[in-house]
Structure formats: C-alpha cells, structure tokens
C-alpha cells in the first residue's frame, strides 16, 4: 500500500521560508506526477505546484509561482516544496499528491495518492 508522508510544516512569520518534505512509502513514483496541494477550512484543495517524477517540467499556481519551488530527489524518492516570502494567505495544510502518469493535473480528483498533511502557519 502506498502512503505519502509528509514533513516540515510549523509556524513561521511573514516574510520568512519554509521547506516541506514528502517521502512515499511502498513504492517509488518514477514515471507519474507528484504535486503539492493545500486546504483551508471550508475550502476546496487548491493545486499549489506540481513536477514530472521523472524531473524537469513544474507547474505552478499562479499565487506562488516565484515564491515556491517544487523539487524531485530521485535517489531519495522524494519531492521537496521550498517556501519563501511567505505570506498570511499561505496558511492551509498542505498535502503532498501523486498519480501513475504523467499531467499537467490541477484539480484533486486527478491524483490517486494523498498524505495526511502537513500544517503550515503564517501570523498576519
């Protein structure tokens, strides 16, 4: 069974960076796409980012392209999401998504492997 497992998420002030890691367990995603995704409350999953397991092609939201980057370790099995300039409307859980194949995925329906998540808190 594969589980994703994130890490990295706390409270940190605007202005400030974060790292957020995400390990999947049971097997290693070398051909599909693993992507970050984040939720409020009351709110749908919003895409945040997304990259080609294999490396190279990322895609990215709108509201953090140029803060955030979404990396793959491939030896590590890995996929990394660095914050910077954070910013009050951040905060959400963030979850780390992955699937089979390779799209440009932006909805969650699309991906089939979830973690539980990870808090990330921004004070205004």
């Known amino acids: 069974q594969v589980q994703l497992v994130e890490s990295g998420g706390g409270l940190v002030q605007a202005g400030g960076s974060l790292r957020l890691s995400c390990a999947p367990s049971g097997r290693t995603f070398s051909t599909g796409t693993m992507a970050w995704f984040r939720q409020v409350p009351w709110t749908e999953r919003e895409f945040v980012a997304s990259?080609?397991?294999?490396?190279?092609?990322?895609n990215y939201a709108d509201s953090v392209r140029g803060r955030f980057t979404i990396a793959r370790d491939a030896a590590k099995n890995t996929v990394s999401l660095q914050m910077k300039s954070l910013k009050p409307e951040d905060t959400a859980v963030y979850y780390c998504?992955?699937?089979?194949?390779?799209?440009?995925?932006?909805?969650?329906?699309?991906?089939?492997?979830w973690g539980q998540g990870t808090q990330v808190t921004v004070p205004s």
């Open positions: 990259i080609r397991a294999s490396g190279g092609t990322t």
């Open positions: 998504a992955a699937v089979d194949y390779y799209m440009f995925g932006y909805m969650a329906s699309q991906y089939d492997y």
